[in-house]
């Protein structure tokens, strides 16, 4: 089976650092991806990791490890734009080779 | 270049009426899928075609709900009957290659009453 998990919610200020965590349970692996989608619009593309590492993409960061199955998203210089939720997304491999989304984080930045 | 094309947009109708949603994809995307994202909750797979194959549909409840991507293009996801428990919104996204990542439509909100 397929399982992803990550936080309901979380709060933030304005200017700060958030990390939001995901860890992932799949049939095989093809990638996570990092989505925003702000309150009644679509999803948008933020991050792809398919190695090991981490990849920095202006103020967003996403890491991954794949033999823990754990990613992080790493929002700096927070925004008040920023509130939305955000989306842990994981391509299985092989015969499962479909783009599966975890709940998502809703994230509050605050003044 | 245009993005993910759905419509409508909105669409309210009344229990056991039957309903189409229609999604054109990004030019030469050859990965199609239909979402269903209930509030609050992650985009959840009801299809994905590669091309006009339905590789997986595993998730759609085939009772009611039926797909059709002709030519490999457009797609059109049907509910005949509709019943309370299908409001949601209902994305359609889509890719280029396997392991790029995907676009989304602005999605249907579906209300049934």
């Known amino acids: 089976g397929q399982n992803i998990d990550q936080p309901t919610e979380m709060t933030a200020t304005e200017g700060a650092i958030v990390q939001i965590n995901c860890t992932y349970q799949t049939s095989g692996f093809n990638g996570l991806f990092w989505y925003q989608q702000h309150a009644g619009e679509a999803p948008t593309f933020l991050s792809y990791n398919v190695l090991d590492g981490l990849e920095e993409k202006g103020r967003f960061s996403s890491f991954l490890s794949r033999s823990k199955g754990y990613s992080y998203l790493l929002l700096k210089e927070l925004q008040m734009k920023d509130s939305a939720s955000y989306l842990c997304a994981v391509r299985g491999g092989g015969a499962t080779n479909k783009l599966i989304f975890g709940t998502g984080t809703l994230l509050a930045v605050q003044p | ?113």
């Open chain 2, 1 to 113: 270049e245009a993005g993910v094309v759905q419509s409508p947009r909105y669409k309210i109708i009344e229990k056991k009426q039957p309903v189409a949603f229609w999604c054109n994809p990004i030019s030469g995307h050859n990965t199609l899928y239909w979402y269903l994202q209930n509030l609050g909750q992650g985009p959840e797979l009801l299809i994905r075609y590669e091309n006009e194959e339905a590789v997986d549909d595993s998730q759609l409840p085939k009772d009611r709900f039926s797909a059709e991507r002709l030519k490999g293009v457009d797609s059109t996801l049907k509910i005949q009957p509709a019943e309370l428990g299908d409001s949601a919104v209902y994305l359609c996204a889509s890719s280029s290659l396997t392991g790029t990542e995907a676009f989304f439509g602005q999605g249907t909100r579906l209300t049934v009453v």
